[in-house]
C-alpha cells in the first residue's frame, strides 16, 4: 500500500474515533435537554429564529480539519483530540452562586484553579462579566467550555455522578499539532491558524466565534478546503433563549487532507545544512543573519523544500498565542522568524544573474562564441568599476566569464548595449535585452505559488526608474536642500547630499552605471531564491518557465477520493536553444573547475551539479551569499537555490548548503 493511502486511512480511523468518543460521551450525559458537541468553543448563533410553533436557533458545529501531509504522506500538520469540560448555561441561568459552587468542586477534582473556570460562566458583554479573554466569547445557546485539555478520567468521573455535578458533561474537541516528521519545521510554509475576526464571522456562513482559520502558509492558501463542512444543529429554546432540546441535527464534514509536493527528509536536510553553514560563517566573522533554501524539480514545478532561517516552533500557535511571543515572531531584531527568506524575502541576486546577462548580450548581439576582455578595471565615464578579485584575465569567451565571475566582462557588455538602447536620452520604453531577458526568465514579478504572499522583487528597468523617481522626488529634493545632517561622519553627509541633488534633477534617468550593475546582480535589482531556482530551471532544461506549485492533491479522508491540485501556467523563456546550450557547459564548469569546485569536490561523479556562485555586496550590510545550481546537470530532476544573508561568499557558505541538499537529492532515485 502507498504510504499516502495509509496516511488517509489512519486519519480515516481518526474521525471514526473522534465520533465513536463523542456518542460515548453524549451516552454518559444521555439528557434531552443538553446540546453536547465536538469543539463547543466554536459555536455560535448563525441563523436567529426560525419562525413556527418552537422558539428554535441553528448553531454549527465545526469539522475536523484536514490535516497537510508531505509527499508520502508524512504530517506536517496534525490533529490531537483534547478532553473538554462543559456546563449548562440553564445551570447558571437558574442559580449563579450554586453554579459557581458547582464550578469550584469541578476545579477540585480536576486539579486546577477555580479561578479561571468561573470566568468562563460570564457571557462577555454580560453586565459583572471579567474581560477577554478569561469571560466566554461564545453563544448562549451552548454548553460553556470551562476547562479544555483535561485529563480523560478525571473528567469522565464528573459525569458519572450527575446528582453532584448536574449540567456537567465531557467532550472532545480538535486542535492543531505539528509532527515535524524525519525532524523537519517547514513553519512558515506550513502556515498557522488565528481565531476568526468578528467581520469574517458577520460575512461568511460557515464560521463561527472562536473558529480558527489560516493566517499564513498552506494553512491560508487552502483555509477553505482544510477546514471542511460545518454541521447543523436546530435546538429549541425558552423565553430566555437557553436549550431545551434538540430538534435536528447535521453531521459535519470533516476537511479534505492536503498532500505537498513537500518531502520532510530534503526539508530537514535543507534546514539542518543551512543552520550549520550559518553558525559556521559567524565563526568566520559574518553576521548570517538570515537564510533560505529552495529546492524544486524543474520538470514540473513541483517544490520539495522550502527552508527559512530563522525559524520557530508551530506550536507556540496551539492553544493561542501570548502577546510576547508573537512580538518575539516579528521582532526585527530578532530577524522576524514568519518571514520565509525562500519567498518572501528579495535580495541582490549578484553574480548568479551572469548567465541570464549572458542570454541579454546576446540576444542583443552580442556573439555568444566570440572573446571578451576581463581587465581588472573597467572605466564608465568618471567612475572606475572592479574585478571582484581585482586582477585581469585577459581575453576570454563568456562562458569563461560565468566560470570565474569576471565582472567587468559583463560591465562591457551591458554597456555597450545601454549606449546602443540610446544612452541618457533612451525613451522610458526603448528595447532593453537585459531587462527584457530578466523578466522573461521570471524575475520583477510573483512566481504565482500557491502561498499567500511572496515578494516580486525588482528588475529596475527605464520604466520603474521614472516611477520610483516620481514617488521620492519630494522627498530627494528635499534632502537636496537640507542634506542629512543625522549623519555623523562628514564624507559620507557630503556623498549623500550631493547624490540626493542629482537625483532631483535626473533620478529618472537609466545611467550606465545603474546598466552595468544590473549586468551582475547588483544596484536595484532584487530576486528571491524561488524566482532564482524557476530561472535556472528553465535555463538547465528545456526554456520552459514553470509556476511552482507546493500542494499536490486533495484527499477526503472517509473514502480516500484524490483530486489533483491543477499545475500553475507555463511560458517560454526568451533563451534559444543553442544558448541555453552554451551556458549549461558554463555552469557545469563553475561547479568542475571554477568558483564552486571545492565546495563539490566530494560530490559523487554519477551526480553532476551545474550552478553559479554570487556574493552580494549590500549598502549599509555584509555581503549575501548565493548558491543555484541543477543537477544531473546532463538531465536535470532538481533545482536548488540557497542565500544567506550576510553570509558572506557564495562560495563558502551557500555552495556547501546546496552540496548537502544535493547528496541527498541524489538518494531519492
Known amino acids: 500500500m502507498r504510504p499516502g493511502r495509509r496516511a488517509v486511512s489512519h486519519h480515516g480511523r481518526l474521525v471514526a474515533v473522534l465520533v465513536a468518543v463523542l456518542l460515548a460521551f453524549g451516552g454518559l ?10 469543539g463547543a468553543a466554536g459555536f455560535t448563533d448563525v441563523a436567529g429564529r426560525d419562525t413556527g410553533a418552537l422558539d428554535t436557533r441553528t448553531v454549527l458545529v465545526p469539522a475536523l480539519r484536514g490535516r497537510i501531509l508531505d509527499r508520502a504522506g508524512r504530517p506536517l500538520a496534525d490533529n490531537r483530540i483534547r478532553t473538554v469540560v462543559t ?14 459552587a458547582e464550578v469550584r468542586d469541578v476545579a477540585r477534582v480536576l486539579g486546577l484553579r477555580p479561578a479561571a473556570l468561573l470566568g468562563r460562566t460570564w457571557l462577555c458583554g454580560e453586565e459583572g462579566a471579567p474581560p477577554a479573554p478569561a469571560c466566554w466569547s461564545g453563544s448562549p445557546q451552548v454548553p460553556v467550555p470551562l476547562a479544555d485539555d483535561v485529563d480523560a478520567r478525571r473528567a469522565l468521573s464528573l459525569v458519572e455522578q450527575p446528582e453532584r455535578f448536574p449540567g456537567v458533561a465531557v467532550a472532545s474537541r480538535a486542535v492543531r499539532v505539528y509532527p515535524h ?7 512558515q510554509v506550513v502556515g498557522y491558524l488565528g481565531p476568526a475576526s468578528a467581520e469574517e464571522v458577520e460575512t461568511s456562513r460557515t464560521l463561527v466565534a472562536d473558529d480558527l ?63 550549520r553553514q550559518m553558525r559556521a560563517a559567524r565563526t568566520r566573522g559574518w553576521a548570517a543573519d538570515s537564510g533560505g533554501v529552495v529546492v524544486l524539480d524543474p520538470r514540473t514545478g513541483r517544490v520539495a523544500a522550502l527552508a527559512s532561517l530563522p525559524t520557530y516552533d508551530l506550536d507556540v500557535w496551539s492553544g493561542g498565542i501570548s502577546a510576547d511571543d508573537y512580538a518575539d515572531l516579528v521582532d526585527e531584531r530578532g530577524g522576524r522568524p514568519l518571514l520565509s527568506r525562500a519567498t518572501d524575502v528579495a535580495y541582490a541576486p549578484a553574480s548568479t544573474i551572469k548567465p541570464a546577462s ?36 585577459g581575453h576570454i569567451s563568456l562562458a569563461k566569464a560565468v566560470e570565474i565571475s569576471c565582472d ?3 560591465y562591457e557588455l551591458a554597456f555597450r548595449q545601454w549606449q546602443r538602447s540610446g544612452g541618457l536620452t533612451a525613451p522610458v520604453d526603448a528595447a532593453d535585452p537585459f531587462s527584457a531577458v530578466e523578466r522573461g526568465l521570471g524575475l520583477g514579478r510573483a512566481t504565482g505559488i500557491d502561498l499567500p504572499q511572496e515578494s516580486a522583487g525588482r528588475v529596475p528597468d527605464r520604466s520603474w526608474r521614472r516611477q520610483h523617481w516620481l514617488d521620492t522626488r519630494a522627498d530627494l529634493c528635499r534632502r537636496a536642500r537640507t542634506g542629512y545632517p543625522e549623519v ?11 547624490v540626493a541633488k542629482e537625483n532631483c534633477d535626473a533620478g529618472w534617468q537609466l545611467r550606465a552605471g545603474d546598466a552595468a550593475n544590473l549586468a551582475i546582480g547588483q544596484g536595484d535589482l532584487l530576486a528571491t531564491p524561488l524566482q532564482m531556482a524557476v530561472m535556472y530551471g528553465a535555463l538547465g532544461t528545456s526554456g520552459t518557465v514553470r509556476t511552482p506549485r507546493v500542494g499536490a492533491a486533495l484527499v477526503d479522508p472517509a473514502d480516500g477520493r484524490r483530486s489533483r491540485v491543477a499545475p500553475g501556467p507555463t511560458r517560454r523563456a526568451p533563451v534559444p536553444r543553442a544558448t ?22 566530494s560530490m559523487p561523479r554519477d551526480w553532476p551539479v551545474a550552478g553559479k556562485t554570487g556574493t552580494g555586496e549590500v549598502v549599509g550590510s555584509r555581503d549575501t551569499a548565493w548558491f543555484v545550481s541543477y543537477a544531473p546537470a546532463d538531465r536535470p530532476r532538481w533545482v536548488v537555490a540557497a542565500v544567506v544573508s550576510q553570509g558572506g561568499h557564495g562560495s563558502e557558505t551557500a555552495a556547501p548548503v546546496a552540496a548537502a541538499v544535493h547528496r541527498t537529492l541524489r538518494s531519492l532515485r
Open 181 to 187: 516528521p524525519k525532524g523537519a519545521s517547514a513553519a
Open 87 to 100: 456546563l449548562e448555561r440553564r445551570v447558571i441561568a437558574d442559580d449563579r452562586a450554586a453554579a459557581e
Open 488 to 498: 555623523v561622519d562628514r564624507e559620507r553627509r557630503v556623498f549623500l547630499k550631493a
Open 408 to 410: 567587468t566582462v559583463f
Open 358 to 393: 549572458v542570454a541579454a548580450a546576446v540576444r542583443g548581439g552580442s556573439d555568444l562564441h566570440g572573446t571578451y576582455d576581463c581587465p581588472a578595471v573597467y572605466r564608465i565615464g568618471n567612475q572606475d568599476f572592479k574585478n571582484y578579485e581585482n586582477f585581469p584575465q
Open 580 to 601: 541555453r546550450e552554451y551556458l549549461q557547459g558554463a555552469l557545469r564548469d563553475v561547479v568542475t573547475r571554477g568558483t564552486a569546485s571545492a565546495a563539490f569536490a
Open 29 to 38: 450525559v444521555g439528557r434531552l435537554g443538553q446540546v453536547q458537541l465536538a
Open 213 to 275: 482559520v489560516g493566517r499564513a502558509g498552506l494553512e491560508e492558501q487552502y483555509d477553505a478546503q482544510l477546514r471542511g463542512t460545518p454541521g447543523r444543529t436546530v435546538v429549541a429554546v425558552d423565553a430566555r433563549g437557553l436549550v431545551t432540546g434538540v430538534v435536528s441535527h447535521t453531521d459535519p464534514v470533516p476537511g479534505r487532507d492536503l498532500v505537498t509536493s513537500l518531502d520532510a527528509r530534503v526539508q530537514a536536510v535543507a534546514e539542518r545544512a543551512l543552520d
